[in-house]
Protein backbone atom coordinates (compact mmCIF):
# COMPACT_ATOMS: atom_id res chain seq x y z
CA UNK A 1 0.00 0.00 0.00
CA UNK A 2 1.09 3.63 0.64
CA UNK A 3 3.00 3.03 3.96
CA UNK A 4 5.42 0.45 2.26
CA UNK A 5 5.72 2.91 -1.37
CA UNK A 6 6.81 5.49 1.01
CA UNK A 7 9.39 2.76 2.13
CA UNK A 8 10.53 2.22 -1.12
CA UNK A 9 11.02 5.83 -1.79
CA UNK A 10 12.71 6.20 1.37
CA UNK A 11 15.29 3.60 0.70
CA UNK A 12 15.26 4.57 -2.87
CA UNK A 13 16.75 8.05 -1.74
CA UNK A 14 18.64 7.00 1.09
CA UNK A 15 20.56 4.74 -1.63
CA UNK A 16 20.83 7.84 -4.48
CA UNK A 17 22.27 9.93 -1.71
CA UNK A 18 24.78 7.19 0.32
CA UNK A 19 25.99 6.54 -4.04
CA UNK A 20 26.30 10.55 -4.52
CA UNK A 21 28.36 10.73 -1.16
CA UNK A 22 30.79 7.90 -2.07
CA UNK A 23 30.99 9.44 -5.28
CA UNK A 24 31.77 12.50 -3.72
CA UNK A 25 34.57 11.48 -1.69
CA UNK A 26 36.32 9.77 -4.10
CA UNK A 27 36.58 12.91 -6.51
CA UNK A 28 38.04 14.18 -3.27
CA UNK A 29 40.42 12.00 -2.86
CA UNK A 30 41.42 11.94 -6.12
CA UNK A 31 41.81 15.42 -5.92
CA UNK A 32 43.94 15.04 -3.24
CA UNK A 33 46.36 12.33 -4.16
CA UNK A 34 46.59 14.84 -7.47
CA UNK A 35 47.84 17.47 -5.68
CA UNK A 36 50.44 15.06 -3.64
CA UNK A 37 51.76 13.93 -7.07
CA UNK A 38 52.49 17.46 -8.07
CA UNK A 39 54.10 18.42 -4.69
CA UNK A 40 56.46 15.42 -5.20
CA UNK A 41 57.04 16.34 -8.81
CA UNK A 42 58.37 19.88 -7.47
CA UNK A 43 60.68 17.92 -4.77
CA UNK A 44 62.02 15.70 -6.92
CA UNK A 45 63.00 18.28 -9.61
CA UNK A 46 64.64 20.47 -6.59
CA UNK A 47 67.27 17.77 -5.22
CA UNK A 48 68.18 16.22 -9.12
CA UNK A 49 68.88 20.03 -9.50
CA UNK A 50 70.93 19.99 -6.19
CA UNK A 51 72.58 16.64 -7.30
CA UNK A 52 73.88 18.24 -10.68
CA UNK A 53 74.80 20.81 -9.04
CA UNK A 54 77.00 18.80 -6.66
CA UNK A 55 78.18 17.09 -9.44
CA UNK A 56 79.48 19.51 -11.30
CA UNK A 57 81.46 20.95 -8.30
CA UNK A 58 82.95 17.90 -7.60
CA UNK A 59 84.48 17.53 -10.71
CA UNK A 60 85.50 21.08 -11.39
CA UNK A 61 87.62 21.25 -7.66
CA UNK A 62 90.77 18.90 -7.28
CA UNK A 63 90.41 15.39 -6.62
CA UNK A 64 92.33 14.88 -3.89
CA UNK A 65 91.25 17.86 -1.59
CA UNK A 66 87.28 17.21 -2.16
CA UNK A 67 87.88 13.68 -0.86
CA UNK A 68 89.18 14.70 2.29
CA UNK A 69 86.99 17.78 2.46
CA UNK A 70 83.42 16.51 1.75
CA UNK A 71 81.96 13.34 2.44
CA UNK A 72 79.90 11.98 -0.78
CA UNK A 73 76.36 11.54 -0.62
CA UNK A 74 77.69 7.74 -0.82
CA UNK A 75 79.44 7.59 2.06
CA UNK A 76 76.90 9.24 4.58
CA UNK A 77 74.57 6.83 3.46
CA UNK A 78 76.70 3.59 4.45
CA UNK A 79 77.54 5.36 7.95
CA UNK A 80 73.68 5.69 8.48
CA UNK A 81 72.98 2.04 7.41
CA UNK A 82 75.78 1.02 9.26
CA UNK A 83 74.68 2.89 12.75
CA UNK A 84 71.28 1.69 12.05
CA UNK A 85 72.16 -1.84 11.80
CA UNK A 86 74.17 -1.41 14.45
CA UNK A 87 71.07 0.17 16.46
CA UNK A 88 69.03 -2.83 15.65
CA UNK A 89 71.68 -5.16 16.46
CA UNK A 90 71.51 -3.85 19.49
CA UNK A 91 67.69 -4.08 20.19
CA UNK A 92 67.85 -7.34 18.93
CA UNK A 93 70.37 -8.58 21.20
CA UNK A 94 68.57 -6.85 24.65
CA UNK A 95 65.04 -7.15 23.99
CA UNK A 96 64.54 -3.40 24.21
CA UNK A 97 63.15 -0.87 21.69
CA UNK A 98 61.45 2.25 22.14
CA UNK A 99 59.67 4.62 20.50
CA UNK A 100 58.84 8.55 20.49
CA UNK A 101 55.42 9.37 21.58
CA UNK A 102 53.58 12.34 21.39
CA UNK A 103 53.79 13.01 25.38
CA UNK A 104 57.50 10.76 25.57
CA UNK A 105 58.59 7.32 24.28
CA UNK A 106 57.28 3.99 24.35
CA UNK A 107 59.30 0.88 25.47
CA UNK A 108 58.81 -2.57 24.76
CA UNK A 109 60.74 -5.38 26.89
CA UNK A 110 60.71 -8.78 24.79
CA UNK A 111 61.49 -11.76 26.86
CA UNK A 112 63.07 -14.83 25.71
CA UNK A 113 64.50 -18.00 27.35
CA UNK A 114 67.47 -20.05 25.82
CA UNK A 115 66.38 -19.44 22.40
CA UNK A 116 62.66 -19.49 22.81
CA UNK A 117 60.71 -15.82 22.18
CA UNK A 118 58.12 -15.03 25.18
CA UNK A 119 55.86 -12.13 26.10
CA UNK A 120 56.25 -8.98 25.40
CA UNK A 121 55.54 -6.23 28.08
CA UNK A 122 55.02 -2.56 27.44
CA UNK A 123 55.95 0.67 29.43
CA UNK A 124 54.81 3.99 28.28
CA UNK A 125 56.76 6.95 29.50
CA UNK A 126 55.89 10.64 29.97
CA UNK A 127 58.79 12.86 29.56
CA UNK A 128 57.73 16.15 31.17
CA UNK A 129 57.66 17.63 33.50
CA UNK A 130 59.39 14.77 35.01
CA UNK A 131 60.30 10.99 33.51
CA UNK A 132 57.50 9.18 34.77
CA UNK A 133 55.36 5.95 34.22
CA UNK A 134 51.92 6.58 32.18
CA UNK A 135 50.92 3.06 31.89
CA UNK A 136 52.32 -0.28 31.21
CA UNK A 137 51.63 -3.77 31.08
CA UNK A 138 54.33 -5.19 33.31
CA UNK A 139 52.30 -7.87 36.07
CA UNK A 140 51.78 -6.59 39.17
CA UNK A 141 53.81 -9.34 41.22
CA UNK A 142 56.87 -7.58 39.34
CA UNK A 143 58.26 -4.94 41.73
CA UNK A 144 57.81 -2.28 38.86
CA UNK A 145 57.45 0.59 41.52
CA UNK A 146 60.48 -0.38 42.71
CA UNK A 147 63.09 -0.38 40.45
CA UNK A 148 61.33 3.07 39.10
CA UNK A 149 62.31 4.58 42.43
CA UNK A 150 66.07 3.68 42.23
CA UNK A 151 66.68 4.39 38.80
CA UNK A 152 63.67 5.68 36.51
CA UNK A 153 64.79 9.37 37.14
CA UNK A 154 68.79 8.99 37.34
CA UNK A 155 69.57 6.67 35.03
CA UNK A 156 66.97 5.62 32.64
CA UNK A 157 69.22 2.72 30.46
CA UNK A 158 69.80 1.32 34.29
CA UNK A 159 65.90 1.02 34.59
CA UNK A 160 65.43 -0.56 31.95
CA UNK A 161 68.18 -3.18 32.06
CA UNK A 162 67.28 -3.76 35.59
CA UNK A 163 63.45 -4.41 34.64
CA UNK A 164 64.49 -6.08 31.66
CA UNK A 165 66.51 -8.70 33.90
CA UNK A 166 63.56 -9.25 36.38
CA UNK A 167 61.23 -9.74 33.49
CA UNK A 168 63.23 -12.13 31.52
CA UNK A 169 63.94 -14.21 34.54
CA UNK A 170 60.04 -14.50 35.40
CA UNK A 171 59.44 -15.34 31.93
CA UNK A 172 62.28 -18.09 32.35
CA UNK A 173 61.22 -19.33 35.61
CA UNK A 174 57.55 -19.77 33.92
CA UNK A 175 58.18 -21.21 31.04
CA UNK A 176 60.18 -24.24 32.69
CA UNK A 177 57.37 -24.52 35.10
CA UNK A 178 54.68 -24.59 31.93
CA UNK A 179 57.11 -26.70 30.33
CA UNK A 180 57.76 -29.79 33.24
CA UNK A 181 53.51 -29.45 33.74
CA UNK A 182 53.09 -29.97 30.20
CA UNK A 183 55.31 -32.21 28.90
CA UNK A 184 56.39 -34.18 31.88
CA UNK A 185 52.72 -34.68 33.76
CA UNK A 186 53.18 -38.27 33.62
CA UNK A 187 56.64 -38.41 35.77
CA UNK A 188 54.49 -35.94 38.17
CA UNK A 189 52.55 -37.08 41.20
CA UNK A 190 49.69 -34.33 42.04
CA UNK A 191 50.18 -30.74 41.43
CA UNK A 192 53.21 -28.82 41.28
CA UNK A 193 53.38 -26.20 43.64
CA UNK A 194 54.15 -22.58 42.26
CA UNK A 195 53.44 -19.27 42.84
CA UNK A 196 53.00 -16.12 40.66
CA UNK A 197 56.58 -15.06 40.33
CA UNK A 198 57.77 -18.82 39.86
CA UNK A 199 60.52 -18.16 42.30
CA UNK A 200 59.12 -21.37 44.28
CA UNK A 201 58.65 -24.32 43.03
CA UNK A 202 58.05 -27.75 44.84
CA UNK A 203 56.40 -31.33 43.50
CA UNK A 204 56.46 -34.81 44.04
CA UNK A 205 57.98 -37.28 41.10
CA UNK A 206 58.32 -40.72 40.38
CA UNK A 207 62.44 -42.20 39.91
CA UNK A 208 61.63 -45.47 38.76
CA UNK A 209 64.54 -47.64 39.93
CA UNK A 210 65.05 -51.65 39.49
CA UNK A 211 61.80 -52.51 38.04
CA UNK A 212 59.96 -50.38 40.65
CA UNK A 213 59.38 -46.69 41.23
CA UNK A 214 60.35 -44.77 44.39
CA UNK A 215 58.22 -41.01 45.23
CA UNK A 216 60.26 -38.50 45.18
CA UNK A 217 60.13 -34.73 46.41
CA UNK A 218 61.70 -32.02 45.38
CA UNK A 219 61.81 -27.98 46.45
CA UNK A 220 63.45 -25.26 44.25
CA UNK A 221 63.82 -21.91 45.81
CA UNK A 222 64.83 -19.26 43.76
CA UNK A 223 66.17 -16.31 45.67
CA UNK A 224 67.50 -14.27 42.99
CA UNK A 225 64.47 -13.08 41.27
CA UNK A 226 66.90 -12.18 38.51
CA UNK A 227 67.68 -15.43 37.73
CA UNK A 228 65.87 -18.60 36.58
CA UNK A 229 67.92 -21.01 37.86
CA UNK A 230 67.59 -22.22 41.51
CA UNK A 231 69.75 -20.76 44.38
CA UNK A 232 68.59 -23.73 47.13
CA UNK A 233 66.99 -27.21 46.14
CA UNK A 234 66.19 -30.41 48.10
CA UNK A 235 65.45 -33.26 46.62
CA UNK A 236 64.81 -36.68 48.39
CA UNK A 237 63.30 -40.02 48.66
CA UNK A 238 60.23 -39.49 50.91
CA UNK A 239 60.06 -43.32 51.75
CA UNK A 240 62.71 -45.23 53.19
CA UNK A 241 64.80 -46.60 49.93
CA UNK A 242 67.88 -48.29 49.43
CA UNK A 243 71.11 -46.32 49.98
CA UNK A 244 71.70 -45.74 45.69
CA UNK A 245 68.72 -43.87 45.65
CA UNK A 246 70.48 -41.08 48.07
CA UNK A 247 72.62 -40.69 45.49
CA UNK A 248 70.31 -40.45 42.82
CA UNK A 249 68.46 -37.49 44.87
CA UNK A 250 71.97 -35.83 45.05
CA UNK A 251 72.60 -35.74 41.64
CA UNK A 252 68.95 -34.50 40.72
CA UNK A 253 69.51 -32.08 42.94
CA UNK A 254 72.69 -30.96 41.22
CA UNK A 255 71.08 -31.25 38.25
CA UNK A 256 68.13 -29.02 39.38
CA UNK A 257 70.70 -26.76 40.11
CA UNK A 258 72.54 -26.05 37.06
CA UNK A 259 69.86 -27.04 34.49
CA UNK A 260 66.88 -26.23 33.06
CA UNK A 261 64.31 -27.92 34.81
CA UNK A 262 62.65 -29.65 31.87
CA UNK A 263 65.63 -30.13 30.37
CA UNK A 264 66.81 -32.36 33.84
CA UNK A 265 63.69 -33.76 33.49
CA UNK A 266 64.72 -35.08 29.85
CA UNK A 267 67.87 -36.29 30.66
CA UNK A 268 67.00 -38.61 34.07
CA UNK A 269 64.26 -40.14 31.06
CA UNK A 270 66.70 -40.69 28.73
CA UNK A 271 69.37 -42.23 31.31
CA UNK A 272 66.66 -44.59 32.90
CA UNK A 273 65.72 -45.75 29.49
CA UNK A 274 69.52 -46.45 29.31
CA UNK A 275 69.97 -48.42 32.16
CA UNK A 276 67.14 -50.38 31.25
CA UNK B 1 27.78 -39.67 58.46
CA UNK B 2 26.80 -36.51 60.37
CA UNK B 3 22.89 -35.28 59.16
CA UNK B 4 24.95 -31.95 59.28
CA UNK B 5 27.14 -33.17 56.51
CA UNK B 6 24.18 -35.22 54.90
CA UNK B 7 21.68 -31.71 54.05
CA UNK B 8 24.74 -29.63 53.42
CA UNK B 9 25.88 -31.97 50.58
CA UNK B 10 22.10 -32.39 49.39
CA UNK B 11 21.32 -28.46 49.36
CA UNK B 12 24.52 -27.95 47.45
CA UNK B 13 23.91 -30.45 44.76
CA UNK B 14 20.45 -29.16 44.47
CA UNK B 15 21.85 -25.68 43.41
CA UNK B 16 23.82 -27.06 40.90
CA UNK B 17 22.37 -27.26 37.43
CA UNK B 18 21.29 -30.54 36.57
CA UNK B 19 23.38 -31.12 33.42
CA UNK B 20 26.50 -30.01 35.17
CA UNK B 21 25.91 -32.09 38.10
CA UNK B 22 28.33 -34.95 36.93
CA UNK B 23 30.69 -33.31 35.72
CA UNK B 24 31.01 -31.13 39.02
CA UNK B 25 31.35 -34.20 41.39
CA UNK B 26 34.25 -35.40 39.02
CA UNK B 27 36.16 -32.55 39.38
CA UNK B 28 35.07 -33.16 43.37
CA UNK B 29 36.48 -36.46 42.83
CA UNK B 30 35.52 -37.30 46.54
CA UNK B 31 32.89 -40.59 44.43
CA UNK B 32 34.47 -42.89 42.16
CA UNK B 33 33.78 -43.10 38.74
CA UNK B 34 32.49 -46.60 39.58
CA UNK B 35 29.82 -44.99 42.04
CA UNK B 36 29.17 -42.06 39.46
CA UNK B 37 27.95 -44.63 37.09
CA UNK B 38 25.02 -45.74 39.27
CA UNK B 39 23.58 -42.48 39.64
CA UNK B 40 20.81 -41.71 36.90
CA UNK B 41 20.94 -37.81 36.57
CA UNK B 42 18.44 -37.80 34.12
CA UNK B 43 15.58 -38.03 36.89
CA UNK B 44 14.63 -34.76 39.03
CA UNK B 45 16.98 -33.23 40.93
CA UNK B 46 15.70 -34.03 44.59
CA UNK B 47 16.62 -37.54 43.65
CA UNK B 48 20.24 -37.23 41.87
CA UNK B 49 20.76 -35.47 45.68
CA UNK B 50 19.54 -38.26 47.57
CA UNK B 51 21.49 -40.85 45.82
CA UNK B 52 24.89 -38.55 45.85
CA UNK B 53 24.21 -38.34 49.75
CA UNK B 54 23.77 -42.08 49.92
CA UNK B 55 26.96 -42.40 48.06
CA UNK B 56 28.70 -40.09 50.59
CA UNK B 57 27.69 -41.53 53.35
CA UNK B 58 29.33 -45.14 51.86
CA UNK B 59 32.40 -43.04 51.79
CA UNK B 60 31.67 -41.30 55.16
CA UNK B 61 32.31 -38.00 54.39
CA UNK B 62 32.98 -35.17 56.56
CA UNK B 63 32.42 -31.26 56.69
CA UNK B 64 36.02 -30.77 54.92
CA UNK B 65 35.04 -32.74 52.01
CA UNK B 66 31.48 -31.10 51.82
CA UNK B 67 33.20 -27.75 51.74
CA UNK B 68 35.79 -28.73 49.41
CA UNK B 69 32.38 -29.67 47.02
CA UNK B 70 30.84 -26.00 47.89
CA UNK B 71 34.34 -24.14 47.28
CA UNK B 72 34.22 -25.71 43.19
CA UNK B 73 30.49 -24.59 42.94
CA UNK B 74 31.06 -21.51 43.68
CA UNK B 75 34.33 -21.12 41.64
CA UNK B 76 32.17 -22.32 38.77
CA UNK B 77 29.34 -20.08 39.63
CA UNK B 78 31.38 -16.61 40.70
CA UNK B 79 29.09 -14.66 39.34
CA UNK B 80 26.76 -15.27 41.64
CA UNK B 81 28.22 -13.22 44.61
CA UNK B 82 29.33 -10.11 45.02
CA UNK B 83 32.92 -9.41 45.27
CA UNK B 84 35.12 -6.41 46.52
CA UNK B 85 38.04 -5.80 46.33
CA UNK B 86 40.99 -5.17 49.19
CA UNK B 87 44.50 -4.09 49.03
CA UNK B 88 47.04 -4.44 51.12
CA UNK B 89 50.31 -3.06 51.90
CA UNK B 90 53.55 -3.85 52.92
CA UNK B 91 56.55 -2.51 54.40
CA UNK B 92 59.75 -4.10 53.19
CA UNK B 93 60.86 -4.16 50.04
CA UNK B 94 62.58 -7.79 49.77
CA UNK B 95 61.12 -9.90 46.89
CA UNK B 96 58.79 -12.54 48.23
CA UNK B 97 59.31 -16.52 48.22
CA UNK B 98 55.33 -17.34 48.60
CA UNK B 99 55.04 -20.71 50.07
CA UNK B 100 51.42 -22.19 49.88
CA UNK B 101 51.94 -24.59 52.47
CA UNK B 102 53.54 -21.65 54.52
CA UNK B 103 50.62 -19.60 53.65
CA UNK B 104 47.67 -21.98 54.61
CA UNK B 105 49.25 -22.75 58.29
CA UNK B 106 49.98 -18.85 59.14
CA UNK B 107 46.22 -18.33 57.71
CA UNK B 108 44.33 -21.07 60.00
CA UNK B 109 46.56 -20.64 63.29
CA UNK B 110 45.55 -17.27 63.33
CA UNK B 111 42.23 -17.59 62.94
CA UNK B 112 41.79 -20.69 64.83
CA UNK B 113 43.41 -18.73 67.80
CA UNK B 114 41.10 -16.49 68.18
CA UNK B 115 37.84 -18.85 66.87
CA UNK B 116 37.90 -22.24 67.82
CA UNK B 117 34.55 -23.00 65.80
CA UNK B 118 35.68 -22.44 61.95
CA UNK B 119 35.64 -24.63 58.95
CA UNK B 120 39.05 -23.60 56.70
CA UNK B 121 39.23 -24.78 53.49
CA UNK B 122 41.92 -24.00 50.62
CA UNK B 123 41.56 -24.89 46.51
CA UNK B 124 44.60 -23.86 44.38
CA UNK B 125 43.87 -23.39 40.56
CA UNK B 126 45.76 -23.29 38.05
CA UNK B 127 45.93 -19.19 37.38
CA UNK B 128 47.81 -19.01 40.88
CA UNK B 129 44.79 -18.31 42.41
CA UNK B 130 44.35 -19.50 46.11
CA UNK B 131 40.33 -19.80 46.74
CA UNK B 132 39.83 -19.84 50.65
CA UNK B 133 36.16 -20.60 52.08
CA UNK B 134 35.65 -19.64 55.91
CA UNK B 135 32.35 -21.10 57.27
CA UNK B 136 32.25 -19.50 60.77
CA UNK B 137 30.77 -20.05 63.92
CA UNK B 138 30.37 -18.75 67.69
CA UNK B 139 32.64 -19.71 71.01
CA UNK B 140 29.51 -21.25 71.55
CA UNK B 141 27.72 -22.48 68.18
CA UNK B 142 29.23 -24.77 65.25
CA UNK B 143 30.27 -22.90 62.09
CA UNK B 144 27.23 -21.75 60.00
CA UNK B 145 28.07 -23.97 56.62
CA UNK B 146 25.69 -21.99 54.91
CA UNK B 147 27.05 -18.74 54.85
CA UNK B 148 30.69 -18.91 54.07
CA UNK B 149 33.16 -16.32 53.50
CA UNK B 150 34.98 -16.37 50.23
CA UNK B 151 38.89 -14.88 49.45
CA UNK B 152 40.22 -15.26 46.54
CA UNK B 153 44.00 -14.68 46.61
CA UNK B 154 46.54 -14.23 44.08
CA UNK B 155 50.24 -14.86 45.81
CA UNK B 156 52.87 -11.96 45.83
CA UNK B 157 50.27 -9.46 44.53
CA UNK B 158 48.50 -6.95 46.84
CA UNK B 159 44.74 -7.64 45.81
CA UNK B 160 42.92 -9.72 47.50
CA UNK B 161 39.00 -10.55 46.26
CA UNK B 162 36.16 -10.95 49.12
CA UNK B 163 32.93 -12.34 48.78
CA UNK B 164 30.65 -9.98 51.51
CA UNK B 165 28.89 -12.54 53.44
CA UNK B 166 26.26 -11.59 56.02
CA UNK B 167 28.77 -11.57 59.15
CA UNK B 168 30.50 -8.48 58.63
CA UNK B 169 31.58 -8.72 62.36
CA UNK B 170 34.07 -11.40 60.91
CA UNK B 171 35.11 -9.34 58.33
CA UNK B 172 38.47 -7.97 60.66
CA UNK B 173 39.40 -11.08 61.82
CA UNK B 174 39.79 -12.77 58.07
CA UNK B 175 41.78 -9.54 57.13
CA UNK B 176 43.75 -10.05 59.97
CA UNK B 177 44.55 -13.64 59.22
CA UNK B 178 45.15 -12.74 55.35
CA UNK B 179 47.88 -10.31 56.65
CA UNK B 180 49.66 -12.32 58.99
CA UNK B 181 49.58 -15.13 56.65
CA UNK B 182 50.52 -13.37 53.59
CA UNK B 183 53.12 -11.08 55.07
CA UNK B 184 51.86 -7.85 55.04
CA UNK B 185 50.87 -5.23 57.46
CA UNK B 186 47.81 -2.90 56.58
CA UNK B 187 44.54 -3.96 54.67
CA UNK B 188 41.77 -1.80 53.11
CA UNK B 189 39.05 -1.86 50.78
CA UNK B 190 39.18 -0.52 47.78
CA UNK B 191 36.01 1.21 45.91
CA UNK B 192 35.56 -1.70 43.58
CA UNK B 193 32.90 -3.71 43.93
CA UNK B 194 31.12 -6.50 41.37
CA UNK B 195 29.32 -9.65 40.76
CA UNK B 196 32.21 -10.49 38.27
CA UNK B 197 35.16 -11.82 39.60
CA UNK B 198 37.08 -11.73 36.45
CA UNK B 199 36.44 -7.95 35.59
CA UNK B 200 37.58 -6.94 38.73
CA UNK B 201 40.88 -9.01 38.30
CA UNK B 202 40.81 -7.90 35.01
CA UNK B 203 40.94 -4.14 36.11
CA UNK B 204 43.54 -4.62 39.11
CA UNK B 205 45.38 -6.71 37.26
CA UNK B 206 45.51 -5.04 33.92
CA UNK B 207 44.91 -8.12 32.29
CA UNK B 208 42.61 -6.40 29.16
CA UNK B 209 44.99 -5.68 26.11
CA UNK B 210 46.29 -2.26 26.10
CA UNK B 211 47.22 -0.64 23.03
CA UNK B 212 51.02 -0.08 23.26
CA UNK B 213 52.44 1.77 19.99
CA UNK B 214 55.92 -0.25 19.37
CA UNK B 215 58.21 -0.33 16.03
CA UNK B 216 56.20 -4.04 15.33
CA UNK B 217 52.55 -3.26 16.06
CA UNK B 218 50.88 -6.75 15.91
CA UNK B 219 48.29 -6.55 13.07
CA UNK B 220 45.10 -4.98 14.88
CA UNK B 221 42.49 -6.50 13.42
CA UNK B 222 40.61 -4.44 10.36
CA UNK B 223 37.33 -3.16 12.13
CA UNK B 224 34.71 -4.18 9.49
CA UNK B 225 36.15 -3.47 6.49
CA UNK B 226 33.94 -0.71 4.43
CA UNK B 227 34.09 2.84 5.80
CA UNK B 228 30.72 3.35 6.38
CA UNK B 229 29.55 6.36 3.76
CA UNK B 230 26.56 8.33 6.10
CA UNK B 231 24.28 10.38 4.41
CA UNK B 232 25.31 13.89 5.16
CA UNK B 233 22.22 15.49 5.75
CA UNK B 234 21.98 13.25 8.83
CA UNK B 235 23.66 14.87 11.81
CA UNK B 236 24.84 13.58 14.59
CA UNK B 237 24.55 16.18 17.70
CA UNK B 238 27.19 14.64 19.72
CA UNK B 239 30.05 12.06 17.05
CA UNK B 240 33.16 14.15 18.55
CA UNK B 241 32.25 13.63 21.97
CA UNK B 242 30.95 9.46 20.72
CA UNK B 243 34.67 9.01 18.74
CA UNK B 244 36.64 10.63 21.93
CA UNK B 245 34.60 8.43 24.22
CA UNK B 246 36.05 5.41 21.99
CA UNK B 247 38.99 6.81 21.49
CA UNK B 248 39.72 7.14 24.87
CA UNK B 249 38.25 3.64 25.83
CA UNK B 250 40.29 1.84 23.33
CA UNK B 251 43.16 3.59 24.31
CA UNK B 252 42.89 2.41 27.65
CA UNK B 253 41.45 -1.01 27.61
CA UNK B 254 42.38 -2.11 23.96
CA UNK B 255 40.27 -3.78 21.50
CA UNK B 256 39.85 -6.93 23.72
CA UNK B 257 36.12 -7.79 25.97
CA UNK B 258 35.97 -4.86 27.88
CA UNK B 259 35.27 -5.50 31.89
CA UNK B 260 31.79 -5.10 32.80
CA UNK B 261 30.78 -2.31 34.39
CA UNK B 262 27.75 -3.14 36.77
CA UNK B 263 27.48 0.51 38.23
CA UNK B 264 29.60 3.22 39.09
CA UNK B 265 29.78 5.71 42.25
CA UNK B 266 30.59 9.42 41.98
CA UNK B 267 32.22 10.67 45.30
CA UNK B 268 32.52 14.46 45.65
Keep these: GVFSHLEMLEAQ????GRKEEEKKQQEEKLASLKE?????????????????????????????VSDAAEPSAGAVLEWKIRSLKGMLQLFYL????????????????????????????????????????????????IPLEQIARRYLQTDIR???????????????????????????????????????????????????????????????????????????????????????????????SELFRHMALHKAFCTFSSTEEKLD | ??????????????????????????????????????INFHQIKDNVSQEVVRLCEENSADIKQAAVLDIIYNHMYANKRMWSVYQME??????????????????????????????????????????????WGTP?????????????????????????????????????ALLVASNYHDIREMELRSHSLNSLKDIVFKRYSQNFQSHCPRAIQERSGEPEYVDVRIVQENRSEKERIQRVTREVFGDGPQPQLEFAQYKV
Excluded at chain 1, 13 to 16: F, G, K, L, M, P
Excluded at chain 1, 46 to 59: E, F, H, I, P, Y
Excluded at chain 1, 218 to 241: H, N, Q, W
Design chain 1, 13 to 16: AHEA
Design chain 2, 90 to 135: KTGEEPEIFDLQTFKKKFKRRLLSALENVTINFREYEDNAIWIRVA
Design chain 2, 140 to 176: YTKPNQYKPSYVVYHSQTPYVFISTSVLKSNLPLLCQ
Design chain 2, 1 to 38: MDEIVAEYIRRTVLKIPRNEIKSMLQKWGFLSEAQLQT
Design chain 1, 36 to 64: RVEELRIQRDKLQAKVDLQKKRLSGKERI
Design chain 1, 94 to 141: TGISGKLTKQGVCFSISTAYESTYLDSYYLDLLTKPVVRIHRHSVPVF
Design chain 1, 158 to 252: RFLSVLSDHLNAYAGRKYQADQLQEHFSDQLEGRLQRNSLCNLLAFNYKVPSGGKTFPFSARLIYKDICGSLPTEVMVSCTVKAPERLEETAAAH
